[in-house]
């Protein structure tokens, strides 16, 4: 187990010291074995799970070597484009949710799952990729190639691509297969108190996805938010923390000021992230290649930051496979907003005059994981990628 220690996740080199508290990945609770109180934390079977769900998770970064965006004359994303690439790791969890399921783990062996190389298509570097950061900037009213971006103009820009998407192709056939809701606060979406999740808006959503076929579809909910002024208020850093242990988490767009990252788990009040500043050359991922070459999708570096330290403007995701998963998410997001002393970090409504009643949910661990300690120290998993990264500021448009 030592030498897994050392070859796996590089400790002789980082020195960074683990807790023995559970960790919550995007729903999933991994526990420390506790049969012997005495024993390194990083030596057991639940921080190995931890381990495998987190490198399973795709890892978008800067790419450098792409065609021109637009009519510009940018054939890299380097210091402007890190929350584009936050967003589409927390759209492409989605779709490994949906398509794969919340359990699927990457696999070295060839031929690769058919569903697997499809998603990273859609997220490739150029016009012909659905979700690339070309279709992104082409779709949001508040962004341009260069510029730097919030949380908030992401969510819109996601959901105006969505729209469009829909629009140009057959149900049957689409690249983002769910409904999206972007919840706010009020009709403009940014300033207003809590952002409000009505029900029969979700509703709406989904018939409109569906084209009137039917009530009810898989939806996205992207939820921006700002939670604080130069700094995140620590009353919600509990709330935060809590939305992990939901089914339905797909985490949070956020970071330090100026750096955006996608943070995928927590561990008390800290939060581990995949991060897109590292800068790697363009891939074309082929849908049909099933021999491609996927590393660069992948991390093996588990980086960590304190909570407190998080920039105030953020967005969470949620995604929910049907109605039941959709009521099961209302009843816990009903619990937290009741357990948030007047502060919580949303609302849900079944109209927008009537109060939806929240139901009752378990969030003990009793599964296995654990991680880290320390703001932004990093431990490197197998065969870490020692490149340089990059580190780029975005502001709430």
């Not at 450098?64 to 009519?71: I, L, M, N, P, S």
């Not at 819109?156 to 689409?174: D, F, G, I, P, V």
């Not at 709330?239 to 797909?250: E, H, K, Y």
């Not at 998080?310 to 109605?323: E, M, N, Q, T, V």
Request: net charge negative.
């Amino acid at each position: 187990m030592r030498r897994f220690q050392e070859r796996m996740l590089g400790l002789n080199r980082t020195g960074v010291s683990i807790s023995v508290s559970d960790i919550w990945l995007l729903g999933v609770c991994y526990s420390l074995s506790n049969e012997d109180s005495s024993a390194d934390p990083i030596q057991s079977h639940g921080f190995a799970a931890f381990v495998e769900d987190f490198e399973s998770k795709i890892l978008m970064t800067y790419r450098k070597g792409f065609a021109a965006v637009g009519e510009t004359k940018y054939t890299s994303d380097v210091n402007w484009g890190c929350m584009l690439r936050s967003s589409q790791m927390l759209v492409a969890q989605a779709l490994v949710i949906q398509r794969l399921g919340r359990n699927w783990r990457k696999s070295f062996e060839k031929p690769l799952n058919k569903d697997y190389v499809e998603i990273l298509h859609y997220f490739g570097d150029s016009e012909a990729s659905a979700f690339s950061i070309h279709n992104l900037l082409q779709a949001g009213k508040l962004l341009s190639a260069g510029s730097w971006v919030g949380p908030y103009a992401m969510c819109r820009t996601w959901e105006t691509l969505a729209q469009s998407k829909l629009k140009e192709t057959e149900l049957a056939n689409q690249s983002l297969p769910m409904a999206m809701y972007v919840v706010c606060g009020d009709e403009n979406g940014e300033r207003g108190g809590a952002p409000v999740l009505c029900i029969e808006d979700a509703s709406r959503h989904c018939r409109e996805f569906s084209r009137g076929q039917a009530d009810w579809t898989p939806i996205l909910l992207l939820v921006p938010l700002v939670l604080g002024l130069d700094k995140l208020n620590p009353r919600y850093i509990p709330l935060l923390v809590a939305t992990f242990t939901f089914p339905q988490s797909l985490g949070i767009l956020g970071g330090r000021p100026g750096v955006s990252t996608y943070i995928v788990a927590v561990q008390d009040d800290n939060a581990f992230y995949l991060d897109p500043h590292e800068v790697k050359q363009v891939v074309d991922v082929a849908r049909d290649n099933l021999e491609a070459d996927t590393s660069s999708y992948h991390c093996n570096i588990i980086r960590q930051i304190s909570l407190d330290l998080i920039d105030p403007s953020l967005a969470i995701g949620f995604y929910c496979r049907d109605k039941d998963d959709f009521d099961n998410f209302c009843s816990r997001a009903s619990e937290l907003a009741a357990q948030s002393n007047g502060a919580p970090l949303l609302t849900v409504t079944q109209s927008r005059n009537s109060s939806q009643p929240a139901g009752n949910y378990e969030t003990s661990c009793d599964t296995v994981g654990v991680l880290d300690d320390d703001p932004f120290n990093a431990v490197a998993t197998a065969d870490a990628d020692n490149s340089g990264t990059q580190e780029d500021e975005w502001q709430l448009l």
